[in-house]
């Protein structure tokens, strides 16, 4: 089957259910294509984005077993991180990586395919580093390693293209905290009693995340879901426990890793000018591992028409049959 002209078509999931996967959380899980094609696994961006119908047409529903799935706190999986009472305590990277592990052993699935984006890159390639026997290939787009460094960048070092959408971020805060960590500052509002303090965090960091998508006027962010209250709520108080904290992990440790997946073949898809981003990033986990191939497309910011069609070429690369 070949995909038309920027995706697949539409398909619906032909199972569904919800994983227990312990600490009270319960992990929405969807599969779609063929039951008995190549298992491939999509790791989604945030932390706490989601996935949307449309990340089931980026890979050939004829040849690929495709599991979506939520992770902790976000889209259909409860308890949801909109909800004040729901405690983030069992919420970090080691348990994201387990959960992922117990949905492969849960679908009977022995090795697949993983493709993660953006926040999903770090977390896609965590879970491969910790277990790579698991692993067919890897497609990697966005990538961000979530590294300190990462974060200020996102977060701070930014604020030079883009000064008036940086103060409107800043200034969104309490006058007496501007000049601190911000991300840190953020978490304390997106976990504050009051519930209009904790819309108006989530507002600011939702309107500063857009901004950044890309530096190309008129770009006003990468989804229609964004403009949910409910939804902002949740992706910001994920992202601002998740960066604040570093992601629980070493500054390099993924780069520092890398040699656990030295085997294991792998594209990396990532736009020349995607400024949550940078490039620098990609090229350097390329250089870390010799089985990676980086797809480096012209023009492309951190989501874009171009760096789609580089993701559906990358499915295709790695599809049964492919020549």
Request: aromatic fraction near 10%.
């Amino acid at each position: 089957m070949t995909a038309p002209s920027g995706m697949y078509p539409p398909i619906e999931p032909y199972d569904t259910g919800m994983l227990d996967v312990g600490d009270g959380q319960l992990v929405y899980y969807e599969q779609c294509g063929n039951p008995t094609g190549k298992p491939l696994v999509m790791v989604h961006g945030g932390p706490g984005g989601g996935w949307s119908a449309n990340s089931r047409r980026t890979a050939d529903p004829q040849a690929y077993r495709i599991v979506l799935y939520d992770q902790r706190g976000c889209g259909r999986s409860t308890p949801h991180a909109a909800d004040h009472d729901t405690s983030l305590a069992s919420n970090t990277t080691a348990h994201l990586i387990d959960d992922l592990e117990a949905l492969r052993r849960h679908l009977g699935i022995d090795r697949w395919l993983v493709y993660g984006a953006s926040w999903g890159s770090t977390l896609g390639l965590a879970y491969a580093e910790q277990h790579p026997d698991r692993v067919t290939e890897l497609i990697l787009a966005a990538v961000f390693l979530t590294r300190r460094s990462d974060v200020d960048w996102l977060y701070g070092g930014l604020r030079r293209f883009l000064p008036e959408e940086w103060a409107r971020y800043r200034d969104a805060v309490p006058a007496g905290l501007r000049d601190g960590d911000l991300t840190q500052v953020y978490d304390e509002l997106l976990n504050s009693p009051d519930q209009d303090v904790r819309q108006r965090a989530a507002d600011a960091w939702i309107d500063w995340e857009n901004a950044v998508v890309s530096l190309d006027a008129g770009n006003t962010g990468p989804a229609a879901k964004r403009d949910e209250p409910r939804y902002r709520l949740a992706f910001a108080r994920l992202c601002a426990h998740y960066f604040s904290h570093g992601a629980w992990l070493a500054e390099n440790q993924l780069l520092e890793q890398a040699h656990r997946v030295h085997g294991i073949p792998a594209l990396l898809v990532h736009g020349r000018f995607d400024p949550q981003g940078p490039l620098e990033a990609a090229w350097q986990l390329a250089r870390a591992w010799p089985a990676a191939e980086l797809v480096v497309v012209e023009g492309a910011g951190h989501t874009s028409p171009a760096l789609g069609q580089a993701i559906l070429a990358a499915t295709d690369r790695f599809r049964p049959g492919w020549r």
